[in-house]
């Protein structure tokens, strides 16, 4: 019997495997507080073989093309080289299947799993730093001076803790413009001697001016394939804690937003945990307002505790040093977070905007594609134990063309459309299911699913589709909507991105270590796993494959882990032909149609890193990895185009009982110097395309 993969040990690690100064600073310990979502809804299991099985769909599926069902689908469009000299684990062997490369576009050797205090990426290919936190980006901003740091100077300069990432094009030769999310700070990592239990405001003024994101230009050195940023140019800009918002959509206005400070309803200082994202065919990009709870203090209602807001204190005490964070006193400022934000990067005048119409939860992030006829589907996770995903159908048409008009126009594309969440069948007995990941006897996890609707905003109004709630308590509570409409309790439905080739959905569930412990939520067919440390990928195809249908059909793409694990599977694929991976989180698709997952928290022993995985031909499931990450570091982004991959390299360092004076990584720039989350860009040595 060949022996799994070492887990790491019971040394302080989370669920989840993060340390625990993570669990604190990114999410307020969400694993060690009560489950969010004590709902008795039906479980996967329970329901068997609903009104449309999966194979009836697949065969309806079928019959339309890919360019239709395509239609406008939308993609999330100096570290030393060396590669890693201690914790090595073994890479794949070679699949001698076809032409003995892998698939077009994975055709690198992969790295071998590690505990390297780098980025190690695979052979014949090279690495730069494009920013680092810290880094001026607008005109006036000083040097990164960590002994000097000012929230004056912070909000001209890249903020903390990079997660999503976005490129887009710009009529200057080699030049592209970068956005960037920063989720979260971990002050501990920021300011030497800081005390938790007494911060200073200007520790909490700095804190709020390196959330929120950066826009900053780039440009590629056709001749080394380095990227790099231009600071100071004039398309760069900073959004921060305290930049004003619009609020826009059917919540616009309601009595539940209306504050002291803003008794309209309509404006917002500020985002919060901005966590993954996407861009929109119109040219904006979407930000997802992840844990926002845990900066809210001293509530009491019910509601609140659904979304995970704590009675006491928060962690950072910011309502020490603003109100609008002490639900006690502002009772509705926690109501104005946990939005999809929309940004127009190429006017840094623009105001940023709240589209509540997408609903209020702890989004992951928020990716785009268009029906046949120009309107905008967005799918977005719940990143929560037990909690669901969503689509939005806008009724809008998206307009073409550079136009004042036109822009305008499409600016509102999501303020109007019916709010969906994801009810998932699954098409075996449930007997079969037993918690142990063991395929049923169809030899496949999948069923069929609906889409159940939530409400409709239209420019005349909205309207509720579920009982006993108004379409603005939809909007502000959709957690509680999602509950009353029985959707399907999942394992942190984090990023879900459709591929461009076929259509299908691909969502990234991350982990589970509460399934079927306790009370809680018994293993089903689509969360097969009790105590799920690993998390899996769903694949789903529409009906028809049109973005905007009701129903679909879904299978396990993936159930990550140890591939010597019997409890994991990979589309089919030889598992002992595959990278070990566990955790799953943020995903992109490269031109080929292949996977590009990015993992948080693995469970292995190693580190986090970056995979690929084919999803068609005799390949499908051939998973492996491009990279991984230093020391306490989560893989962000990711960006994977022609020559270039990016990713965020987030909180690394952040291991318990690191501080500033006492580092546990001195990523990126060596002992001596601060640790600094910063955007790692991967070429080819020879300037050929990756993976080909």
Request: net charge neutral.
């Amino acid at each position: 019997m060949r022996n799994l993969l070492p887990l790491i040990g019971s040394t302080g690690s989370h669920p989840g495997g993060r340390s625990a100064m993570t669990c604190r600073f990114r999410c307020g310990d969400a694993c060690f507080h009560e489950v969010p979502n004590t709902t008795t809804n039906e479980y996967v299991g329970d329901v068997i073989a609903g009104a449309l099985s999966r194979r009836s769909m697949m065969r309806a599926a079928a019959v339309v093309t890919v360019a239709s069902a395509a239609g406008g689908a939308v993609i999330g469009a100096g570290a030393p080289e060396a590669a890693a000299q201690t914790g090595e684990g073994a890479a794949p062997a070679a699949y001698e299947k076809g032409n003995g490369k892998g698939a077009r576009g994975l055709r690198f050797t992969p790295v071998a799993p590690n505990t390297a205090d780098t980025v190690t990426i695979p052979e014949g290919y090279a690495q730069n730093v494009v920013i680092r936190w810290g880094e001026p980006i607008l005109r006036g901003a000083p040097a990164f001076d960590p002994d000097k740091q000012s929230a004056k100077a912070q909000a001209g300069q890249f903020g903390y803790n990079c997660d999503y990432l976005g490129l887009l094009p710009l009529p200057e030769r080699g030049r592209q413009l970068l956005v960037a999310n920063h989720e979260y700070t971990d002050e501990i990592l920021m300011f030497k001697g800081y005390d938790d239990a007494a911060p200073t405001r200007e520790q909490v003024e700095i804190a709020w001016a390196a959330h929120g994101l950066s826009v900053v230009v780039v440009e590629e050195d056709r001749k080394s394939g380095k990227l790099t940023a231009i600071p100071r140019h004039p398309l760069n800009r900073r959004v921060t804690a305290t930049t004003e918002f619009k609020v826009s959509g059917p919540a616009a206005g309601s009595d539940l937003l209306k504050t002291s400070a803003d008794p309209t309803g309509t404006k917002v200082l500020g985002t919060l945990n901005n966590c993954a994202g996407g861009q929109t065919p119109w040219g904006t990009t979407l930000h997802g307002e992840e844990n926002f709870n845990q900066y809210f203090a001293n509530s009491s209602r019910a509601t609140d505790k659904r979304y995970g807001i704590g009675t006491a204190a928060s962690e950072r005490k910011w309502e020490l040093f603003d109100k609008r964070f002490d639900v006690a006193k502002e009772p509705n400022e926690a109501h104005r977070f946990g939005y999809v934000v929309e940004l127009d990067p190429y006017d840094p005048t623009s105001t940023p905007r709240k589209r509540t119409a997408l609903g209020r939860f702890k989004h992951e992030g928020a990716t785009v594609r268009l029906t046949q006829d120009g309107r905008p589907v967005v799918y977005t996770g719940d990143d929560e134990r037990f909690d669901y995903f969503y689509k939005f159908v806008g009724s809008k048409r998206m307009a073409h063309g550079h136009s004042r008009q036109a822009r305008e126009h499409n600016l509102t594309l999501l303020d109007e459309g019916t709010l969906y969440v994801a009810k998932l069948t699954g098409d075996s007995p449930a007997i079969e299911i037993d918690g142990t990941g063991k395929l049923p006897s169809d030899g496949e996890f999948d069923g069929s699913g609906t889409w159940i609707p939530l409400a409709t905003a239209t420019a005349k109004g909205a309207v509720s589709h579920v009982e006993g709630m108004t379409a603005e308590e939809v909007f502000v509570f959709t957690r509680l909507a999602g509950d009353k409409a029985g959707a399907t309790k999942m394992d942190r439905p984090e990023d879900i991105e459709p591929n461009p080739h076929t259509g299908k959905v691909y969502v990234a569930l991350t982990n589970n270590s509460n399934r079927g412990v306790g009370t809680n939520a018994k293993a089903d067919e689509a969360n097969p796993r009790n105590a799920n440390k690993h998390g899996h990928v769903l694949e789903l195809t529409e009906r028809w494959n049109r973005p905007e249908s009701t129903s679909f059909a879904w299978s396990l793409f993936l159930v990550a882990g140890d591939p010597k694990d019997p409890a994991t599977y990979f589309a089919g694929f030889p598992k002992d032909k595959v990278s070990p991976i566990s955790c799953p989180d943020n995903v992109a698709f490269d031109r080929y149609g292949n996977l590009w997952i990015s993992t948080d928290g693995a469970q292995l022993g190693y580190h986090d890193g970056l995979f690929g995985v084919a999803t068609r031909g005799d390949r499908r499931g051939e998973l492996k990895q491009f990279l991984t990450m230093p020391k306490g570091a989560e893989t962000c982004g990711p960006i994977v185009q022609d020559r270039r991959v990016l990713v965020a390299v987030q909180h690394p360092g952040e291991i318990d009982g690191a501080t500033v004076e006492d580092p546990a990584s001195t990523w990126p720039d060596g002992p001596g110097t601060y640790v600094r989350p910063s955007v790692v860009a991967v070429h080819r040595k020879d300037g050929r395309d990756i993976g080909v």
